[in-house]
């Protein structure tokens, strides 16, 4: 065959990881097949199978495959028990996730390469997307991963299995977390949450997972665009209140925000430097979405990328009493009175002492203590306690600020950080040039778990030159939910852990990769870990094309 435009590289074993891989995996092929067919895409499926049990039958056999795969080119490379034991964890962790694609890199012939897992499929804007040829060798295109319920319709048309996908949704990877919707995709309310269930009050694109904070309470961090969503439309006018406060790096100038209906009609704009209220008044029919815009500066740090604008701590819906008169939209923004210096104290430190406990990030806090000793202790700590505290004191800020120049992607805040990059299911759909996957030699082979292996390489790639490009919805990918453990999920984590350290297979921490994404930044050039024989270069496999 010709050279493909598009190689996609898969690693698997039939060994049912996370229960029904066959038919899971058998949607997969047959899915991209026809879409492959049905967009005229020049490609090839590489199906890397690591370490195959010698009990059950191999891919080639226990998969159906096609007489003709159409303009889809399909290749089974085989990496034996042999070499697999070579490797330090091998007992215990019978398929190398990253290791493995690495192989179907290494070997591939398309012109660009997308390293995605055997349980996806695209949505029909995706593959239109592909089919187009219109991709760029200077970027590196992620997506948001959509994690659809498990009983997608085996055998049945490709049209059939995306419409069931998109009304049986579970939860949706965004670069801002990961979010439970309904099946329909509309966002949900956390137990605790910045709206009160049955409000009418939900949180669209550009909002953070809620936080607490002590006995200030529950709050979502925003971006500098956030949409309110609004469930109803009342036949009366309505106001919103929200209680909202600025973000840690907009104390030294006001932040200004201004309200905007879908259509992007300014309703009002106002500055906040401190914890205000914000009053919304909206007449019937009130519009379904609303777009809080932001404007000002931010701080970021070594140990979390993000942009935090501003907090919300809670959002209010009333229905208003009319006169007669017409009401018309319109906003306010009032400052509220200050919290008691005591109370922001025991807050916080209330706040640092159940984290440290639990474990997980920490948000920004500036201590209101006197000029100087704020900027000692303005400070960003997360799980790895006061020893971070200690890292990002004074001095270290003093000599981060005196390094050199960020990455062109960044505004480039004073405290050195990686950009804040869409690594959340980045394994499932990580798309760029094949001489990108070469020049970085794939990703790092290290002998762990591939937990944040995939997360090192986006960074990597992104200073590397493919500046990172989000495909935008209707865009995305659906992930077909497995069992509960055998991989990352919110209500698998714990189990997964426990069976990682059960076993003493080490993991990648997220941290760490923060960090080196910080490296990579300060050089503004990838950190490359693998030898030039990566990918199993040197090791000649069996190679099979299944269906002929």
């Known amino acids: 065959m010709p050279e493909p435009y598009l190689s996609l590289v898969v690693t698997a074993r039939n060994d049912d990881h996370g229960g029904n891989l066959l038919g899971r995996m058998q949607i997969f092929v047959d899915g991209w097949l026809a879409q492959a067919r049905r967009h005229n895409i020049p490609s090839e499926l590489i199906i890397v199978e690591w370490n195959p049990p010698s009990e059950r039958p191999p891919l080639a056999n226990a998969l159906r495959w096609p007489a003709d795969s159409g303009p889809c080119e399909v290749r089974i490379v085989t990496v034996s028990p042999e070499i697999h034991g070579r490797f330090e964890h091998g007992a215990n962790l019978p398929l190398y996730q990253m290791i493995g694609k690495n192989v179907g890199i290494r070997r591939a012939r398309g012109r660009f390469i997308l390293a995605t897992n055997i349980d996806?499929?695209?949505?029909?804007?995706?593959?239109?997307?592909?089919?187009?040829?219109?991709?760029r060798p200077d970027r590196m295109y992620r997506i948001d991963r959509h994690d659809a319920m498990s009983d997608v319709p085996a055998g049945a048309p490709i049209e059939e299995q995306l419409a069931y996908c998109k009304s049986h949704l579970i939860r949706v990877n965004r670069r801002e977390g990961t979010f439970e919707v309904t099946p329909d995709g509309?966002?949900?309310l956390d137990a605790f949450d910045a709206a009160r269930p049955g409000s009418g009050v939900l949180f669209g694109s550009g909002w953070f997972s809620p936080d607490r904070l002590g006995r200030l309470g529950t709050f979502r961090w925003a971006q500098e665009e956030a949409e309110i969503l609004l469930d109803s439309s009342p036949n009366a006018p309505t106001r919103l209140t929200l209680d909202l406060e600025p973000g840690p790096g907009n104390r030294s100038s006001p932040l200004t925000l201004e309200v905007l209906t879908e259509d992007g009609i300014s309703i009002g704009r106002g500055t906040?430097?401190?914890r205000s209220r914000m009053t919304i008044t909206l007449p019937a029919p009130s519009p379904r979405r609303l777009i809080l815009r932001a404007s000002g500066t931010y701080t970021s740090t070594t140990s979390d990328p993000?942009?935090?604008c501003y907090r919300v701590f809670r959002v209010e819906r009333d229905l208003l009493k009319t006169h007669g008169g017409a009401t018309e939209s319109s906003m306010t923004l009032k400052r509220t009175s200050r919290t008691g210096r005591i109370q922001v104290l025991w807050g916080q430190l209330q706040y640092v002492i159940r984290k440290l406990a639990e474990g997980g990030p920490l948000v920004p806090l500036t201590v209101p203590v006197s000029p100087r000793l704020q900027r000692v202790l303005k400070t960003y700590v997360d799980h790895g306690g006061f020893t971070e505290m200690l890292f990002n004191s004074k001095s270290r800020r003093k000599a981060a600020s005196s390094s050199s120049s960020a990455s062109p992607a960044s505004a480039?805040?004073?405290v050195p950080c990686a950009d804040f990059?869409?690594?959340n299911a980045c394994g499932d759909f990580t798309l760029l040039a094949r001489e990108r996957w070469f020049d970085l030699r794939g990703y790092p082979e290290f002998d762990i778990f591939s937990m944040n292996?995939?997360?090192l390489f986006c960074f990597a790639a992104h200073y590397g030159g493919a500046r990172e490009e989000v495909l935008a919805d209707p865009m995305r990918i659906y992930h077909i939910e497995h069992g509960s453990g055998?991989?990352?999920t919110p209500e698998g984590q714990q189990k997964l852990w426990e069976r990682l350290a059960a076993k003493r297979i080490p993991v990648l921490d997220n941290q760490d990769v923060l960090q080196w994404g910080a490296q990579m930044r300060r050089l503004n050039s990838p950190m490359i870990f693998n030898h030039e024989a990566w990918g199993l270069a040197d090791v000649d496999f069996d190679e099979a094309a299944p269906g002929r």
């Open 120 to 135: 996806i499929l695209f949505s029909d804007e995706l593959a239109a997307f592909l089919g187009s040829q219109q991709l």
């Open 186 to 188: 509309r966002p949900t």
């Open 272 to 274: 906040m430097g401190a």
């Open 306 to 308: 993000r942009s935090l």
């Open 412 to 414: 480039g805040p004073s």
């Open 421 to 423: 990059l869409h690594t």
């Open 453 to 455: 292996i995939d997360s």
């Open 486 to 488: 055998s991989g990352w």
